[in-house]
Nanobody
Framework: VQLVESGGGLAQAGGSLRLSCLGS?????????VAWFRQAPGKAREGIAA?????????YYSDTVRGRFTISNDDAQNTVYLEMGSLKPDDTGVYFC???????????????????????WGQGTQVTVSS
């Protein structure tokens, strides 16, 4: 699987952006979960939104973005989106999408946001929110 993120850029506080993650590859149909992570300078990578395809498409959000961000997937386009609203300067960082294989049960939010469970990553897209 190859992943390519797009849609990052500069936004003002209170504004919105939509990120896209396009997947390709012969094993893309084997993907069990897709997640968005972000990493701010000097901080650890943080899982913020995820969807477990094998859990009926159940979605997970971190407390930092719940109610402001929405993850969605378009299977026909092999694309996962992250709609970001009510942006804050603290949302600044590099945003990555990642995929997990071999998940066929509910594993819980904490596990869904463990970077080590994801074996394929995109190159990241920069999001900068100005105050």
């Amino acid at each position: 699987v190859q992943l390519v993120e797009s849609g990052g850029g500069l936004a003002q506080a209170g504004g919105s952006l939509r990120l896209s993650c396009l997947g390709s590859g012969s094993d893309f149909d084997d993907v069990g979960a897709v997640a968005w992570f972000r990493q701010a300078p000097g901080k650890a990578r943080e899982g913020i939104a995820a969807v477990n395809m094998n859990e009926g498409g159940r979605k997970y959000y971190s407390d930092t973005v719940r109610g402001r961000f929405t993850i969605s997937n378009d299977d026909a386009q092999n694309t996962v989106y992250l709609e970001m609203g009510s942006l804050k300067p603290d949302d600044t960082g590099v945003y990555f999408c990642a995929v997990m294989f071999g998940v066929n049960i509910a594993i819980g939010r904490q596990a869904m946001f463990q970077p080590g469970r994801y074996s394929r990553w995109g190159q990241g897209t920069q999001v900068t929110v100005s105050s």
